[in-house]
């Protein structure tokens, strides 16, 4: 069965450089999170989009933006990186209209900031 | 707003053996879902199980069992047989039904979990 896909997995970066993250929903679902989870920490919600409609925010900083497409991938872009963004960033999928949904997550990108 | 606390960041089980992973949460709202996930080495975060609000039986999904006390707003994971295999960090997860949440997943900050041979 088709998974979450995200892009790239790794990633390296420098200070104050910008970073896009892509992720590719399992097929026909309608929601596409976005998670940050630190070394060590929990994952903390960053982004949600409904059906290509932003739906929810969390402690998404300013200097990232998000968006859902058309063809319903979503790409997370980062500006003016630091060195606390380095992190596993998690892409999930569900598909919010059906009972007992659950949230699929791909397999992350590990971003690192030097 | 709602929370997840798992008080316990590390355990330890003997392979084979039995072990239960506990966690509470604070909500105000009477409907919703709460999840285990597993995060092995590799990262990838895996559904254990996850259980309705609305149900009083408590799920289970061969190895791994929930004790949820709704009243108590406590969701402990039992795992029997404990495999080496299960060696992760396991988080505890809640989310909202309805509302503005449209879904997003708030976690505990999560239990490692050690299987000894």
């Known amino acids: 069965a088709a998974g979450v896909i995200q892009s790239p997995r790794h990633l390296i970066k420098e200070k104050r450089e910008t970073a896009t993250l892509k992720c590719y929903p399992i097929?026909?679902?309608?929601?596409v999170y976005w998670y940050q989870q630190g070394p060590g920490q929990d994952p903390q919600f960053l982004i949600s989009f409904y059906e290509k409609m932003q739906s929810d925010k969390g402690s998404i900083p300013d200097r990232f933006s998000a968006q859902q497409f058309s063809d319903y991938h979503s790409e997370l872009n980062m500006s003016s990186l630091e060195l606390g963004d380095s992190a596993l960033y998690f892409c999930a999928s569900s598909l919010l209209g059906q009972q007992n949904t659950e949230a699929f997550f791909g397999q992350g990108t590990r971003l690192t900031v030097v | 707003a709602q929370t997840v606390t798992q008080s316990q960041p590390e355990m330890s089980v003997q392979e084979a053996e039995t072990v239960t992973l506990s966690c509470t949460y604070d909500?105000?709202?009477?409907?919703?879902?709460l999840f285990w996930y597993k995060q092995p080495p590799s990262r990838q975060m895996i559904l254990v199980i996850r259980q309705e609000a609305y149900k009083q039986q408590n799920a289970t999904e061969n190895r791994f069992s929930v004790n949820f006390q709704k009243a108590a707003k406590s969701f402990s994971l039992k795992i029997s047989d404990s495999q080496l295999g299960d060696a992760a960090m396991y988080f505890c997860?809640?989310?909202?039904?309805?509302?503005?949440?449209?879904?997003?997943?708030?976690f505990g900050k999560g239990t490692k979990l050690s299987v000894k041979p």
């Open positions: 909500t105000s709202e009477s409907d919703y879902y």
């Open positions: 997860a809640y989310r909202s039904r309805h509302g503005g949440s449209q879904g997003n997943l708030i």
């Open positions: 097929p026909r679902h309608d929601t």
